[in-house]
């Protein structure tokens, strides 16, 4: 079970999804209309006060002019953070959401427990990823999760409500990647972050190669693991093995 908080914060409104007792977990969602509470949700919130917000732009909301690059979002959950009183959480992003925690991090890791990554982007690749936003839905589906059913999406027989949901996330994605889907600055800021990182990616991960999150994990000295089975979008593909990743590396930090 979950309940929906409605915060006001000086950039705009946020949608929190809430459910759980425990230690305090941040979750930032990734792209692709998968926003919504879900099994790996539910998974989480057996160990752990989940805080699950909407990003602007995405899963309905409105894409506000203030969004510009993903540092933008890493100061509005910031505020967030702090508008909720959440001490030293533990933050769980996954792709474009792995991406936000770590520029979260990078600006504020005083303020977190530590930080868990599942298939992160953000960082220059030495060869150009797949582009998704070239791709009919169908194809780029099959980039993202081998759970998400591309059938859905189809311009011709899917379902377009579905589409048009996507579709919305990917033009939000788009307007903070379409100049670079990286942030050349990662790599001069990785120093500052100062808290406990685990990376995690998918066995059968065909948007980022395994070199890919190799150097994410050496950029920030954080540990890597494979989960078998799973696409880039790891806790659609496997939610109760990506929960208990998250459970055990919390288990692993200090109090």
Known sequence: ????????????????????????????????NTSAWSEFHEQLATDFEVFAPIHPGFGGEETPNWLVDVSDLAFHYKDLMSSLGLDRPLVVGTSIGAWIATDLAIHFSSLLKGLVLFGPIGL?????????????????????????????VDPMTGNAELATAVWTDLAT?????????YDPRLRMRAHHVDCPMMVAAGGQDRLTPLSYVEQYAELFGASLTIVDDAGHLVPLDQPAAAAALVNSFYLTLEN
């Open 173 to 181: 994605q788009a307007r903070l990647m379409w100049k670079r889907g």
């Open 124 to 152: 220059r690749p030495n060869e150009p990823l797949p582009d998704l936003f070239i791709m009919q839905l169908p194809e780029a589906f099959t980039y993202l999760a081998d759970s998400l059913d591309g059938s859905l």
């Open 1 to 32: 079970m979950f309940e929906i908080l409605n915060i006001d914060l000086p950039s705009q409104r946020v949608r929190v999804q809430h459910g759980g007792e425990g230690p305090p977990l941040l979750l930032l969602h990734s792209e692709a």
